[in-house]
């Protein structure tokens, strides 16, 4: 007898269960959600470790080298922006050849988007000194209104006169170049 009770009562409590649990149901909603961003104008800059200048072969002719800035950049509209140099630290030790007395000038060429500086410019240790300038709307990568280059670059060729009241040595001057985007 005392399965069958157990039994009914399993079976009653299953029952009350079901009379109250209701049929299952499904529910979907779709929810929609926006998402946005402000690109600001921005801009990055690459230049190698350092620049050697090496000497023609000829006597007294100028030492030169070449260095390739790579950059990306993003400029408003009403903006535009610039790749600028400044010698910030002269030629060390002293004796050796003088930025800041016009010793060490540059030319700018094959900009892949922009426009570099024209003829020669002195590289001095007074103001920053035009390398390139770049448009409004400007972007790198990605065609269309942007440049197909990414990233972007340009060639400095620098030129340092070898004068022959300057001591023999080793001499060594900081340049700072500056990206902006407006």
């Known amino acids: 007898m005392g399965a069958p009770t ?11 269960i079901a009379a109250f649990c209701q ?8 929810v929609t959600q926006s998402v946005s961003a402000e690109l600001a104008p921005a801009a990055k800059l690459s230049v190698p470790a350092s620049v050697p200048l090496t ?13 390739t800035l790579s950059f990306r950049v ?17 030629f060390s030790p002293s004796g050796g050849p003088s930025a ?3 010793a060490l000038t540059y030319l700018c060429s094959n900009g892949t988007l922009g426009t ?3 003829g ?23 065609g269309g209104a ?7 670059s340009i060639q400095v060729y620098f030129s340092l006169e070898n004068d022959s009241g300057t001591a023999t040595g080793n001499y060594a001057a900081q340049i700072t170049f500056v990206i902006s985007a407006i």
């Open 120 to 142: 020669r410019q002195t590289a001095g240790t007074g103001a920053q000194s035009s390398v390139l300038t770049i448009p409004p709307a400007a972007c790198t990568g990605g």
């Open 23 to 30: 049929p299952a149901r499904c529910d979907s909603i779709t």
């Open 55 to 67: 000497a023609s072969g000829a006597a007294f002719q100028p030492f030169s080298g070449t260095l």
């Open 116 to 118: 570099p500086c024209t």
């Open 6 to 16: 157990r039994h009914r009562i399993v079976s009653c409590v299953t029952a009350a």
């Open 100 to 102: 800041a007395g016009g």
């Open 146 to 152: 942007c440049s197909a280059s990414n990233p972007n």
């Open 74 to 90: 993003r400029s408003s509209s009403a903006g535009g922006g610039a790749i600028t140099l400044q010698t910030t630290s002269d």
